[in-house]
């Protein structure tokens, strides 16, 4: 069976807190994965070491079957709980800058900053500040951004806490269009329950363990 993902054995404590504890997994081509807990389950720490921002204790992580962290970073987009973006720029200029630090050739930057907005009708807001779009709208500039790379996986961490539920099916309208679309492969973590119904496969996480893994 193809395993675009493998996660082997991840363990991660800080100080008398076990956050993720031994936990293994895998994800396939194409699948929208969901990973659901409560508040403090492990979700975010889990895929803060699967991106590489954060170093494991213990375990193994491997896309296409290569553990190499360069190799990882560069074929990973991630969506962070939190916008990243820079507040005083405009929702172009934030994508550019952005989009050349994986792209070195200036003209292959500007074709791609189209290519992502058309497909995630940015065209009516590029020239706004990234601080006064709306909610949803900073949602999917995020969402560009990760995916600025090409990447094989997309991982989003609660990408729609805090928005209101029209918003929500705004922003999943567009991640089911990628998937559908583009062939993405979607790993997501969320504690909403009727989000990760949608999903292909389920993972609950509590208390960094996973208690119970199988479909929706």
């Given at each position: 069976?193809?395993?675009?993902l493998?996660v082997?054995?991840l363990?991660?404590?800080?100080?008398?807190?076990?956050?993720?504890?031994?936990?293994s997994?895998?994800?396939?081509?194409?699948?929208?994965y969901?990973?659901?807990?409560?508040?403090?389950?492990?979700k975010s720490?889990?895929?803060?070491?699967?991106?590489?921002l954060?170093k494991?204790?213990?375990g193994?992580v491997?896309l296409?079957?290569?553990?190499?962290e360069?190799y990882?970073r560069?074929?990973?987009?991630?969506?962070?709980?939190?916008?990243?973006?820079d507040?005083?720029?405009?929702?172009?200029?934030?994508?550019?800058?952005?989009?050349?630090?994986y792209i070195?050739?200036?003209?292959l930057?500007l074709?791609?900053?189209e290519?992502?907005?058309?497909?995630?009708n940015?065209?009516?807001?590029?020239?706004?500040?990234?601080k006064?779009?709306s909610?949803?709208?900073?949602?999917?500039v995020?969402?560009?951004r990760?995916?600025?790379?090409?990447?094989?996986l997309?991982?989003?961490?609660?990408?729609?806490?805090?928005l209101?539920p029209?918003t929500?099916?705004?922003?999943?309208?567009?991640?089911?269009?990628?998937?559908?679309?583009?062939?993405?492969?979607?790993?997501l973590?969320?504690?909403?329950?009727?989000?990760?119904?949608?999903?292909?496969?389920?993972?609950?996480?509590?208390?960094?363990?996973?208690?119970v893994?199988?479909?929706?």
């Open positions: 069976m193809e395993k675009l493998e082997k054995n363990y991660k404590q800080f100080d008398e807190i076990v956050a993720v504890n031994d936990i997994f895998y994800v396939k081509p194409g699948e929208l969901a990973f659901l807990g409560q508040n403090g389950a492990g720490t889990t895929i803060r070491m699967i991106n590489t954060l494991k204790d213990k193994t491997l296409n079957g290569n553990a190499d360069a990882i560069n074929h990973i987009g991630v969506v962070f709980q939190e916008n990243v973006l507040d005083l720029l405009t929702v172009k200029e934030n994508l550019i800058s952005r989009g050349s630090l070195n050739d200036k003209k930057v074709e791609r900053y290519e992502l907005s058309s497909k995630l940015l065209k009516v807001i590029e020239n706004q500040t990234f006064t779009l909610g949803g709208q900073k949602r999917r995020e969402i560009a990760a995916l600025f790379s090409n990447p094989k997309l991982m989003l961490d609660e990408p729609t806490t805090g209101d029209e929500r099916q705004v922003i999943w309208r567009v991640i089911e269009d990628l998937r559908t679309n583009e062939g993405i492969t979607v790993f973590t969320t504690h909403y329950m009727e989000e990760a119904a949608n999903a292909d496969h389920i993972v609950i996480i509590h208390k960094g363990n996973i208690v893994h199988g479909s929706p």
